[in-house]
């Protein structure tokens, strides 16, 4: 039981390039978050999904974009990556507005 | 908006202590559910319990138990006898209504946990 996966782990890239954040879970959950995680923040949602094709906004959309074409997958995009996006992203999904939500491990990415 | 206060932002104890990490939030929802998170070193987000807004029954699990008091708008975590892998940081999180029948969790600061031997 795989549960909720995230890859890459860990990244570096460099400011202006294209980065996508992978996530998956095998739950068949129907709701999908991102947060991320910054010293001094805690942890705020970037973008989070409903279903397969339903996708919003939440605290701090600018510079991500997100896709849901399966249930399973959940990918983030930094369209141009900059420094202040320098951050660790979790993955979230749950069954129901009712249920608990649960994470993934984590992908720690830097911006240089 | 919704908001989660975790005043204690670092603590220390000995092993075998007890220690409680306060949680104080504030909602105007009258349906909520309560959260707690547990990140160790090794960065994991590992979920520990959730509350309805309805069931103010403490709950015990372990060497954990949570005290839930509506009248104060607090959901403090107690743990008992405290161990050296406890040491962690704990998030409080209140779930939040979202568009779409979505709810995300507001997270409070943390608190840094450290016991020692």
């Known amino acids: 039981d795989a549960g909720i996966t995230q890859s890459p782990r860990y990244k570096i890239t460099e400011t202006g390039r294209q980065v996508t954040l992978m996530c998956h879970q095998t739950?068949?959950?129907?709701?999908m978050f991102w947060y991320r995680q910054d010293l001094g923040h805690g942890l705020r949602l970037i973008y989070y999904s409903a279903a397969a094709d339903i996708t919003d906004k939440g605290e701090v959309p600018d510079g991500y974009v997100v896709s849901r074409s399966k249930t399973e997958n959940f990918p983030l995009t930094l369209e141009s990556a900059t420094r202040s996006q320098t951050s660790v992203y979790f993955c979230?999904?749950?069954?129901?507005?009712?249920?608990?939500?649960?994470f993934g491990p984590g992908t720690r990415l830097t911006v240089t | 908006a919704q908001k989660v206060t975790q005043a204690q932002t670092e603590i220390s104890v000995v092993e075998k202590e007890d220690v409680t990490l306060d949680c104080v939030y504030e909602?105007?929802?009258?349906?909520?559910?309560l959260f707690w998170y547990k990140q160790p070193p090794s960065g994991e987000l590992v979920f520990l319990i959730r509350r309805n807004s309805f069931d103010e029954q403490n709950e015990i699990s372990g060497r954990y138990s949570w005290n839930f008091q509506k009248s104060t708008s607090s959901f403090n975590f107690t743990i008992t006898a405290s161990q050296v892998v406890d040491s962690a940081v704990y998030f409080c999180?209140?779930?939040?209504?979202?568009?779409?029948?979505?709810?995300?969790?507001?997270f409070g600061q943390g608190t840094r946990l450290t016991i020692n031997p």
């Open positions: 739950w068949s959950h129907s709701y």
């Open positions: 979230a999904s749950r069954l129901d507005p009712a249920y608990e939500q649960y």
């Open positions: 999180a209140l779930s939040e209504e979202l568009i779409q029948g979505a709810q995300k969790l507001v």
């Open positions: 909602t105007r929802d009258t349906t909520y559910y």
